[in-house]
Every structure is written in structure tokens, then in C-alpha cells.
T-cell receptor
């Protein structure tokens, strides 16, 4: 059974820091991995999608990497800003079930 | 346009009421999903529609009844809910097929009293 784990569960950093969020998954049989952002009480905003054949994707200050063989992905946020404060969720789409399986999320606080 | 629109944003209903949640997308996606999210937890899959047909029901109680009237619309009919059903209900859509990006709506915050 696919399990997705995100470390740390919570993170607080001063503005301007570069930071890394981690995501690990137990089964490498995936179609893709997607990183989402969720503000309190709101829906999910898709940040980056990495296909299983890809190693990384970039969008602005965000860079996501994928190492399928080791079951790991990282989301790198450069020059963090208070507006980046949110919960970040990673999810893998399983090749076995076709379902999107979520991690528990990392709640990020960027202090001015 | 990469938007999934959900209405209403907030809903308070009694345990004997009948209400419906609505979801709409105009991206031409043929897969649509309902998720339930409790506070500080990840979304949990409830239902999947593929080409307007129900393809996955994650053993959801019958007090939740999904409907996909056409390729752009998805409804979730609610009847005789319990207070523990209070949650954020999220709709999502994607193309059908492998490895395709999922887009989520802003959710409906449901409170059952």
C-alpha cells in the first residue's frame, strides 16, 4: 500500500531564507508527483507537477525534484516571503490504483 | 482557464435537511472527483467520475449521493447527515489518463448541526 510522508510537519523561518520541504513515498510505481499549496480553510492550488520520467520542475522561486528510485521528492523555496505561509501538500498518483495519495502536509510560517 | 468552481462556499444544515453541493469546470476534463477534508488532515477521496460514469466509490455512506449530469458539472447530494460529516468538501478535475494534473476548487465548508 502506497504511503506518503512529509517532513517536517511544521516549519517556521525568517523572511528571506531558502528552505526545503521533504516528501517520501513507499512505492515507486507512480505516474507523477504533484505539490500543492493550501491556505487555511481554502482549496488546493497546484504548484508543480513532476512526471515519473522527470527529475525536476521549476516555477518562479519554486523548484521540485523527484528521485523515483529512492522514493523522495523535495520542494525548494528560494528567498521565502510571508506570503508563502501556508500548508504544502505532496501527492503521488499511483500506477496501481490511479488514485492521488496525499502526505499529511508541512505547515510553513515565514516571519517578517 | 484552470478554474474549478464550487458553490456554495459555506453551508450550515440540520441533520434532517437535504442539500446539494455543486462543482463546475470548463477545462474539458472528463474525470471529476469529490474529496472530504477534516481539519489538519489531508484530503480523503470519496468518489471519482470518469466520462460521466461513477468509477470509484470509496465506501462512502449512502447519505452522500454523487451525480454527474454532464461533462462540466458534478453534484454531491446530502441527506440525513451527522455532525461528524462537518468538513471541507473539495471538488477536483483532471483529464482521463496517465499522469495528468489535478485541479482543485476552493471547497465548500459544511457544518452539520
Amino acid at each position: 500500500k502506497q504511503e506518503v510522508t512529509q517532513i517536517p510537519a511544521a516549519l517556521s523561518v525568517p523572511e528571506g531564507e531558502n528552505l526545503v520541504l521533504n516528501c517520501s513515498f513507499t512505492d515507486s510505481a507512480i505516474y507523477n508527483l504533484q505539490w500543492f499549496r493550501q491556505d487555511p480553510g481554502k482549496g488546493l492550488t497546484s504548484l508543480l507537477l513532476i512526471q515519473s520520467s522527470q527529475r525536476e520542475q521549476t516555477s518562479g522561486r519554486l523548484n521540485a525534484s523527484l528521485d523515483k528510485s529512492s522514493g523522495r521528492s523535495t520542494l525548494y523555496i528560494a528567498a521565502s516571503q510571508p506570503g508563502d505561509s501556508a500548508t504544502y501538500l505532496c501527492a503521488v498518483r499511483s500506477r496501481v490504483t490511479g488514485k492521488l495519495i496525499f502526505g499529511q502536509g508541512t505547515t510553513l510560517q515565514v516571519k517578517p | 482557464d484552470t478554474e474549478v468552481t464550487q458553490t456554495p462556499k459555506h453551508l450550515v444544515m440540520g441533520m434532517t435537511n437535504k442539500k446539494s453541493l455543486k462543482c463546475e469546470q470548463h477545462m474539458g476534463h472528463r474525470a471529476m472527483y469529490w474529496y472530504k477534508q477534516k481539519a489538519k488532515k489531508p484530503p480523503e477521496l470519496m468518489f471519482v467520475y470518469s466520462y460521466e460514469k461513477l468509477s470509484i466509490n470509496e465506501s462512502v455512506p449512502s447519505r452522500f449521493s454523487p451525480e454527474c449530469p454532464n461533462s462540466s458539472l458534478l453534484n454531491l447530494h446530502l441527506h440525513a447527515l451527522q455532525p461528524e460529516d462537518s468538513a471541507l468538501y473539495l471538488c477536483a478535475s483532471s483529464q482521463v489518463g496517465q499522469g495528468l494534473e489535478a485541479f482543485f476548487g476552493q471547497g465548500t465548508r459544511l457544518t452539520v448541526v
